[in-house]
């Protein structure tokens, strides 16, 4: 059974940074696409970034280009989200998710979630 528990949110001005981490147990985590998504209050869950089984291509959406860096160790099977320059409207509950690895990218087929981790930003 897919088990995925993020940590790693809180409070924290404009132009801060976080680091969000992912413990993933339950399924052969080297076989998997990981992704993150966020979902603000009255929004729908949006995509953030995925990472390929190896680690070795990642992608981003527009929003985070450049601010955000996702990576996966998968000795001791996590992956994690580092926020940097973070803005108001980068506040939302963020998942951590996975796709078994079908050789499209980027994934599509994600279909297991963690119980999220609320990330705040103040202006």
């Known amino acids: 059974q897919v088990q995925l528990v993020e940590s790693g949110g809180g409070l924290v001005q404009a132009g801060g940074s976080l680091r969000l981490s992912c413990a993933a147990s339950?399924?052969?985590?080297?076989?998997?696409?990981m992704g993150w998504f966020r979902q603000a209050p009255g929004k729908e869950r949006e995509f953030v970034a995925a990472?390929?089984?190896?680690?070795?291509?990642?992608y981003y959406a527009d929003s985070v280009k450049g601010r955000f860096t996702i990576a996966r160790d998968n000795g001791k099977i996590t992956l994690s989200l580092q926020m940097n320059s973070l803005k108001p409207e980068d506040t939302a509950v963020y998942y951590c998710?996975?796709?078994?690895?079908?050789?499209?990218?980027?994934?599509?087929?994600?279909?297991?979630w963690g119980q999220g981790t609320q990330v705040t930003v103040s202006s």
């Open positions: 998710a996975a796709a078994p690895w079908a050789g499209a990218w980027p994934p599509t087929n994600f279909g297991s």
């Open positions: 339950g399924f052969t985590f080297s076989r998997y696409a």
């Open positions: 990472i390929t089984w190896s680690g070795g291509s990642t």
